[in-house]
């Protein structure tokens, strides 16, 4: 999937897409810069689109009553974003998707998108292709938080994404894995001894 240059190609290293189906699929692509900071979705929106990732980190995150923010995840150039969930229930977002750098992202209107799955069941094997790896992703973290300490988690998070360490700020590393700041330098120091 690192090949993928845009949305089409992403699904189609997923699912082979007639032509047909392709040429729909990217009549309904805009592309958007976002810049850093800048949220895809927010904590409250009615989201109407998905995304992808050509350019650029972002993060999802809850937030409490009392402000404390958790970073439920990362995803990095060739990922999809989406309020799937709050798109399901016809609510608004639970998290807040927000870009860690500048970004570009191809969007791509969600009611849209479905009437292409009337069209040709391509759609419904790449839908369960990318629910199965949500699935996973989620059983994982999980499993990570209920089971290791929060150096093991830390090492998860090195292995899981090698190239995030020195984008990806502190504090949020440590929202991420469930613990302080001062915790994580902690963890680092003994790391490094």
């Not at 999937?1 to 189906?21: G, H, K």
């Not at 069209?119 to 839908?127: A, H, K």
């Amino acid at each position: 999937m690192n090949d993928a240059t845009c949305f089409s190609d992403f699904i189609s290293s997923i699912v082979e897409l007639p032509d047909r189906q392709k040429e729909g699929f990217q009549a309904l692509i805009s592309t958007k810069q976002i810049t850093q900071g800048e949220n895809f979705i927010r904590t409250g929106q009615y989201p109407k689109t998905i995304g992808f990732v050509k350019k650029g980190l972002f993060r999802y995150f809850y937030t409490s009553k009392e402000g404390k923010i958790y970073t439920k995840g990362f995803f990095d150039q060739h990922s999809v974003l989406s309020a799937y969930d709050a798109i399901l229930e016809e609510t608004t977002a639970y998290y807040t998707i927000e870009a860690l750098e500048d970004a570009v992202v191809e969007i791509v209107d969600y009611d849209k998108f479905q009437q292409l799955f009337d069209e040709d069941p391509c759609w419904n094997t790449f839908l369960v292709a990318l629910l199965q790896k949500g699935y996973l992703a989620k059983v994982t973290r999980e499993r990570e938080f209920l089971l290791l300490d929060a150096e093991q988690r830390y090492q998860k998070f090195l292995a899981r994404y090698p190239n995030l360490e020195s984008r990806v700020k502190q504090q949020i590393i440590a929202s991420y894995l469930g613990i302080a700041p001062e915790s994580l330098s902690r963890i680092r120091k003994n790391m490094d001894s």
